[in-house]
């Protein structure tokens, strides 16, 4: 079982970043996946959740209307869109993936059953 997100860089505020978090030994159909970031000196926080088996998403306040979550199930694999960045949102961004639970999805860390490595995303002009 293997997550692998993909798709940071350095992009000037007011850019855009589409982030990939590949699945590989498990469907997204049994497990929902998870968005998290940390930035230098803060906690990790979750900003964005997606349960491909019922189509639910949430995406945290901070990043409501700028960051969309989506699935290809083709590729297994879940996208995190991310328009209008702010230098606020230079972080390592994680996925994770928690087994389905027949409703919705969570960003509670302690409760993923997998973690992909991290991505930089850096925005600066």
């Known amino acids: 079982v293997q997550l692998q997100a993909s798709g940071g860089g350095l992009v000037q505020p007011g850019g855009s970043l589409t982030l990939s978090c590949a699945a590989s030994?498990?469907?997204?159909?049994?497990?929902?996946i998870s968005w998290f970031r940390q930035a230098p000196g803060k906690e990790r926080e979750g900003i964005s959740c997606?349960?491909?088996?019922?189509?639910?998403?949430w995406h945290a306040n901070s990043v409501k209307g700028r960051f969309t979550i989506s699935t290809d199930y083709t590729k297994n694999t879940v996208y995190l869109q991310m328009n209008n960045l702010r230098p606020e949102d230079t972080a390592v961004y994680y996925c994770?993936?928690?087994?389905?639970?027949?409703?919705?999805?969570?960003?509670?860390?302690?409760?993923?059953?997998?973690w992909g490595e991290g991505t930089q995303v850096t925005v600066s002009s």
């Open positions: 994770a993936a928690h087994i389905y639970g027949g409703f919705g999805c969570h960003v509670v860390q302690g409760r993923m059953d997998y």
């Open positions: 030994g498990f469907t997204l159909d049994r497990y929902s």
């Open positions: 997606i349960a491909s088996a019922d189509g639910f998403t």
